[in-house]
């Protein structure tokens, strides 16, 4: 379980990392230079045009994954109990929203030809620390079922 909580730290480091790394490059025309778009970036860009959505993006973005991961330390390290994993699990699922957005972005910007889209490094990272968390988080859950017992004995049989 140390070694979960381990990797759980790390994921506090790389996941604002990703936050501001570049996650695709894009431009209007083949023509013109890409300019490139993180997390905190196209947050900004949102806030300045749909308040409703910058609030949506900024939770499923921001604080789904951040939440989850300082959730699952505390449950590593015994500062939380762990029957706060479902909701944890919920969080990860909304983590994962996101980059189904981004996605779909992607696909549409490249199906109407008039821009061009890059994906970028910073894409591959937050993909892996919302991955990561989520198999960081299963784990979590079958050592504590497991540790548990069947019937909640806590005799591990």
């Known amino acids: 379980m140390r070694v979960l909580g381990v990797m759980n730290l790390v994921l506090i480091v790389l996941f604002p990392i990703a936050w501001f790394a570049p996650l695709l490059r894009a431009g209007l025309l083949p023509l013109f230079g890409l300019s490139e778009i993180s997390v905190i970036s196209g947050l900004q860009a949102l806030w300045q045009s749909d308040v409703f959505l910058a609030l949506l993006v900024t939770f499923f973005a921001i604080f789904a994954p951040a939440l989850k991961t300082i959730g699952l330390g505390l449950v590593h390290y015994d500062l939380a109990s762990p029957r706060i994993m479902p909701a944890l699990h919920v969080l990860g699922k909304l983590a994962m929203a996101d980059i189904f957005l981004i996605s ?7 199906g109407v ?42 005799d591990g049989g």
């Open 104 to 110: 779909l972005y992607i696909v549409i910007v490249k």
């Open 113 to 154: 030809g008039f821009g061009r889209v890059e994906t970028a490094w910073g894409l591959y990272l937050f993909t892996f620390c919302i991955l990561a968390s989520l198999t960081i988080s299963h784990l979590t859950a079958r050592l504590g079922a497991q540790k548990d017992g069947p019937r909640g004995t806590g």
